[in-house]
């Protein structure tokens, strides 16, 4: 198994496709066609972690967060982020960051918060602009069967809970090839009229290549028709935050409690408790103040995430209970999220990983301690 094997693992997982703009996924240190040792799944790359990955024979490090978020100009060991970057390449360690692709997959950081508070019912909180786009082509009327069944085994098709969705209207083309065409219908120099079939198909972006290489292998003409589109349509599994319920209400105080417990916090700073039952609650793994107006517009009685500042608070308004619980308290499972979604992946490639060679890092990374 090669970096790149764990990297194609990684892309079925999330999609880097979906990593935010300002973001900085992918394989930061390494080389691709690495032999994989072994895989340490980590929140943070730190020294630490880098001295585990070479105690425990792990020549990749699978990190939530990257360790290169922004450029290096010089990388002189002047900062934990260069020497992190050094003792890598000094050791042979690829290191791949997932970041906010996990965080806007439907199964990723914000589906574990759910599964571990107990949500039921989840939908995205905000979901993510320009994921899905259309293609339009036209083929010869008697393939248009083997074209479209060939789109939809690509992944395109897909509507929601839906599947090989299409829309196909028919028509005639009309072609003239010149003398340096080599046309599979008609000949040099005169117009050719063929009854096509016009396919439509929407698919996710990160199908992209797939689709279009279907459309390719799979369509007789030397110059295929086609067009791509991206759509306004909201996505129902990308994007930032989730929003689910309890099947049973509680009560502010009793709601603390069990968010304190099973967050495994020290603290949590928190709005005013409103006079009404905790049901429906949004949540969003790390820096989450960009979403409070998300979560009240979306009828949520509490929204959970971290970083928040002083004057983030006074927008709860009493309309909803807003719970800091800490940066790496809010992802401070998806370790076991990553190991449990690539340990299913990477059981097919040959030769496979060692046994006992995809681990979770023991390191606690979290700078903040309390006091």
């Known amino acids: 198994m090669k970096v790149k094997d764990v990297m194609s693992a990684m892309e079925e997982i999330a999609p880097l496709a979906y990593s935010e703009d300002f973001d900085n996924t992918g394989l930061l240190v390494g080389d691709p066609s690495l032999e994989v040792s072994g895989i340490l799944v980590t929140l943070d790359t730190l020294e630490t972690v880098v001295d585990e990955a070479i105690d425990k024979g792990c020549n990749l490090i699978v990190s939530f967060h990257p360790i290169i978020f922004s450029g290096l100009k010089k990388i002189t060991g002047k900062s934990y982020v260069e020497r992190v970057v050094q003792k890598a390449i000094k050791h042979d360690i690829a290191i791949f960051a997932v970041h906010t692709a996990l965080d806007n997959d439907w199964n990723g950081v914000n589906a574990m918060i759910c599964e571990k508070l ?106 295929v028709a086609y067009e791509v589109t991206t759509l306004d349509n909201t996505n129902q599994h990308i994007g930032m935050g989730m929003i689910g319920s309890f099947e049973k209400a509680m009560n502010g105080p009793d709601f603390l ?30 820096s989450g103040s960009f979403a409070i107006e998300a979560a009240i517009a979306s009828g949520a009685d509490a929204f959970v995430t971290a970083d928040m500042k002083y004057h983030d608070f006074f927008k709860a308004e009493n309309r909803i209970l807003l719970a800091d619980i800490g940066h790496y308290e809010s992802e401070q499972f998806t370790k076991e999220l990553i190991v449990r979604a690539l340990s299913k992946k990477i059981t097919n490639f040959a030769p496979a990983l060692p046994e006992g060679k995809l681990v979770v890092s023991e390191i606690n990374s979290n700078p903040i301690t309390y006091f």
């Open 118 to 223: 107990g949500l039921v019912d989840r939908r995205i909180l905000i979901p993510q602009q320009g994921t899905i786009q259309k293609l339009v082509t036209y083929v010869p009327k008697k393939e248009a069967d083997t074209l479209r069944n060939a789109l939809f085994n690509a992944g395109a098709g897909d509507i929601g809970n839906y599947s090989n969705c299409s829309f196909n209207t028919e028509g005639k083309g009309s072609f003239n090839p010149n003398d340096d065409a080599n046309p599979t219908l008609g000949s040099h120099g005169e117009t050719h009229f063929e009854d096509e079939t016009r396919i439509e198909v929407t698919f996710q972006k990160h199908k992209r290549s797939s689709v279009l290489n279907a459309l390719f292998e799979n369509h007789s003409y030397e110059e």
């Open 257 to 286: 409690s069990f968010l304190k417990k099973t967050m495994k916090t020290d603290c949590i700073r928190h709005s005013n408790l409103p006079d009404k039952p905790i049901v429906k609650v949004a949540v969003l793994g790390g």
